[in-house]
């Protein structure tokens, strides 16, 4: 049978890791009821992903929920707190749900009309979730066997940030305190801070905004500065390159000719940072330009920052200056 959903290309492999075989005819599952929708979209990855060999024991809920959406991440599928019980003080039961549980759709073309409201996007009735119970003898919780991963929609995480700029600017902070910070503590500092409850998954965009979305490989940018630094040691240490490792990691390169041309044409000096992280290290490069006699663009020096921050241009500016001190060239 040919339907839209049993194309050869939905047949593809699930982008990540996975340590298990994509198998949906799991013993497990036939104890659990998949109605007629979720047994047409259980093989298509575009529905579906599999996330049973994701950790199962927990110490407490943040942790639990942290885990789940970062692992998910990269394959679009995103947690939230959905129900939570508790005796005297003590979580005795969570469950973790699929973030769009309850949510409009933003993948569906069909609507809803209702008499007060109108037209409003279709609802998803999402029913995928993990229950997590309170095992006393082992003091953690502990994940459910069963459950299901086919979901209601499309797999699709929004990548944007829709936080305003004042606390994307408070995150920064916090960051700059602790570059590890995890998603839940942000959320708990900015609910202290400001009595705001954030999602999730917002936070987690915004962390991604200012940190990249991979780690930094210090040891090998490290090894590729040194590659860089014999390539011009013929001139007698007129080259410099300087590495400032705390938070934020930032780099300073200045050959001997970007030097020079900095000693001829220093009338006007254009800095400018790049908008995208467009190397693989995820750095934004920090452009220190100018304009020679005939018109054309040169460069004086040049920067990379992991973090967008007046802490990383004020370092670049100071190994400028302190360079122009050294070689006795006036400054811009
Ligand atoms: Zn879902």
Redesign the pocket.
């Known amino acids: 049978m040919h339907d839209e959903f049993s194309d050869e290309e939905n047949f593809q492999q699930i982008p990540g890791e996975c340590n298990t075989t994509f198998d949906f005819y799991d013993h497990e599952l036939d104890n659990m009821e998949l109605n007629k929708d979720e047994l047409r979209k259980m093989n298509d990855a575009k529905y579906t992903y599999d996330f049973s060999r994701y950790p199962r024991h927990f110490k407490s809920v943040h942790e639990a929920l942290d885990t789940y959406c970062s692992l998910g991440y990269p394959n679009k599928v995103q947690f939230r707190l959905y129900e939570h019980k508790q005796a005297g003080s003590k979580t005795v039961f969570f469950s973790l749900a699929?973030y769009?549980?309850h949510q409009p759709r933003y993948d569906t073309k069909y609507y809803t009309y209702d008499a007060q409201q109108g037209r409003a996007p279709k609802v998803?009735n999402?029913n995928?979730n993990v229950r997590f119970y309170w095992n006393e003898r082992e003091g953690q919780f502990e994940r459910k066997e069963c459950f299901k991963y086919v979901?209601?929609?499309r797999l699709e995480i929004d990548e944007r940030c829709l936080l305003p700029g004042p606390l994307l600017h408070d995150i920064k902070l916090l960051v700059m305190e602790n570059f590890d910070i995890q998603v839940s503590e942000v959320i708990q500092k900015v609910y202290h801070a400001h009595g705001k409850r954030l999602r999730h998954l917002d936070v987690l965009n915004a962390l991604k905004l200012i940190k990249g979305d991979v780690r930094l490989d210090l040891p090998n940018l490290m090894l590729d500065l040194d590659q860089v630094k014999e390539k011009y040691t013929n001139d007698d240490n007129e080259t410099q390159i300087t590495l400032n490792t705390g938070t934020p990691i930032v780099v300073f390169i200045q050959t001997r000719e970007m030097m020079d041309t900095y000693r001829l044409y220093r009338e006007v000096m254009l800095v400018n940072v790049a908008k995208k992280r467009k190397n693989k290290y995820g750095l934004f490069q920090v452009h220190m330009t100018g304009i020679n006699n005939y018109g054309r663009a040169v460069v004086f020096a040049t920067g990379f920052t992991n973090i967008k921050c007046k802490e990383a241009y004020s370092w670049i500016f100071q190994e400028f200056y302190k360079r122009c001190v050294q070689l006795n060239v006036d400054l811009p």
Request: glycine share 0%.
């Open positions: 699929c769009m549980r998803s999402c995928v979901h209601d929609h």
